[in-house]
Nanobody, 126 residues
């Protein structure tokens, strides 16, 4: 049974940076997709970023493009989300997700991912 564990959340001020980590165990997703989603109170889950196909492709949600960067380690079992220039509207619970067999058109759809972490809170506040 695969497990995903996120870490790195916290409370920061606007303009600050944070790096989230997601470590997998139980199976490899190197050839699949590993993504980050977020959900703020009262809002729907939002796609943030994904790394796909041996790390060869990355995609971002419009609201984070140019500020966030997704990457992973050489072993392929840890994915990072570097978040720069954080804004109050980035406040949410961030979830790591993983799946195999996803196609390009499904990467932003959380329902296509089979495995999820427990989430880590990110709060951006002055």
């Amino acid at each position: 049974q695969a497990q995903l564990v996120e870490s790195g959340g916290g409370t920061v001020q606007p303009g600050d940076s944070l790096r989230l980590s997601c470590t997998t165990s139980g199976r490899s997703f190197t050839r699949g997709a590993m993504g980050w989603f977020r959900q703020a109170p009262g809002k729907e889950r939002e796609f943030v970023a994904v790394i796909w196909r041996n790390g060869g492709s990355t995609y971002y949600g419009n609201s984070v493009k140019g500020r966030f960067t997704i990457s992973r380690n050489a072993a392929g079992n840890t994915v990072y989300l570097q978040m720069n220039s954080l804004k109050p509207e980035d406040t949410a619970v961030y979830y790591c997700a993983a799946g195999m067999g996803l196609i390009l058109s499904s990467l932003t759809n959380g329902a296509q991912y089979d495995y999820w972490g427990q989430g880590t809170q990110v709060t951006v506040s002055a």
